[in-house]
């Protein structure tokens, strides 16, 4: 990622990660790079931390990003034969995903300018990319690109600030304890958004209040934080934090008193509109949008407009153009007449209904069919969880259930669908694909990512194909003086 107007060498990111300098740089770095497949920064001014994942070593692309022209290194360990690098530097630290979070964290502390931190089980990304929305035409923001809001995205995202910002906005996820408070020192955000919780990673909490409190860590020294109060179990965990005793709470409600009260939502066939009050008048916006996630979404952007004093006609206008944010519940042509609705990112219990929900306002006279993974890290027993699945999916009235995954094929008779299938594996359902015959169908395509169901979406995505025509003229010219030769002209 590129950081403007502020230059860093490398003897001084040393000092910042606690590094050992091995070799000198005379260049300033601008860009950081995490992954070796995507270079898309010059090699001049690039420095590559060699991160250490569970199927992964970046240590191991060294040889291949000199060749490439990479001369700046941050790793954990030296190569064995780190001396051929000639023109290499290499900065040698104790842990290359820290080493990379307090480089960020260095960085953030320069500038003191609104910074927007967001977590929540859902709609980081979409309240994220709304925010970016409604501000872009008053002031130079960064923001989080795509949903980079990892241990390793969150420092990513900080890094771009540069002098031309004046606002930014990050988005913070987490999977298990002890992440937030990381993610906290990068972010330092000024101003908060709690979206909601939900079941999505509970494997690694305890409870429910465990990782509302985990989360919570993001907005310890927040001077305002924004929250919906219908979620009684995050306000009652918000209100009794004593972190969070100098943190102005901006509330918003559609049942309860709060500082912007929800007093009607109606929707229509493409729209919704919102009306509440906001210190005793009246105001509203239309979304275009239907489905009670965009709904909640969008009222948290809402909220913090009003915070922050943003005119209010403005707001509306751009309220009415609110973009779809394809990372999620994409909606595509498919193969025979199909549409796929393309939710192959993440799987829990809460974002699995808000799909259903999707695909069942498609309204088209297509049979509805549901591609679903196992779902990981819930933190549930298997027995009780697939049980609420199959529950949930009955509900919802689908036409045909495909499973894929062990725990599916395990609880299958679970699901009363008369159109059911299942498979232990996503290759297992690619072999058999051609004998599934999908037409005249809405697919919901619904997996963890460990699934890989991009394969998925792939077989069953429209193919478009480009025709290109090519004329070749010497040909044309040749085949005219024949014509004429022959025709005696």
Known sequence: MPVGNIPYYTEEIAKITDGKLIGRSTESISHLITDSRVITFPSQGSLFFAIKGERHDGHNYIDELYKKGIRNFIVSNLPENYKKYNEATFILVSDTVIALQNLASFHRKK?????????????????????????????????????????????LSVWQLNTDTQMAIFEAGISKPGEMENLEKIIQPSIGIFTNIGQAHQQNFINLEQKINEKLLLFKNCKTLIYCKDHSLVHKQITGDQLLSGCRLFIWSKNKEADLKITEIIKYEKFTKITGTFRDLQIDMEIPFTDDASVENAIHCWALMLYLEHDPEKVKEKARTLPVVAMR????????????????????????????????????????????????????????????????????????????????????????????LFFPSTQEFINKFSSLRFRDEAILIKGARNFNFEKLTGLLQQKTHNTVLEINMNAVIHNLFMLRHYAGI
């Not at 994220?128 to 995205?153: A, C, T």
């Not at 259903?356 to 309204?363: C, S």
Request: proline content about 3%; some cysteine; glycine content about 6%.
């Open 329 to 420: 519940l994409e909606l595509k042509d498919g193969i025979n007449n199909c549409i796929i609705i393309n939710d192959s990112y993440n799987s829990d219990i809460g974002s699995l209904n808000i799909a259903l929900d999707f695909l069942n306002r498609q309204k088209q006279s297509r049979k509805k069919t549901l591609i679903l993974s196992d779902i990981l890290q819930s933190g549930h027993r298997d027995d009780s969880l697939y049980l609420e699945v199959a529950e949930l999916v009955d509900s919802k009235n689908i036409d045909r259930f495909i499973g894929i995954g062990p725990a599916l094929l395990k609880y299958s008779t679970f699901f009363n669908n008369s159109d059911k």
């Open 111 to 155: 500038y003191n300018i609104p910074v927007i931190g967001i977590t929540g089980s859902n709609g980081k990304t979409i309240v994220k990319e709304w925010l970016y929305h409604f501000s872009e035409d008053s002031m130079e923001i960064v923001r989080s690109p795509k949903s980079f809001n990892s241990q390793i995205g969150v420092p």
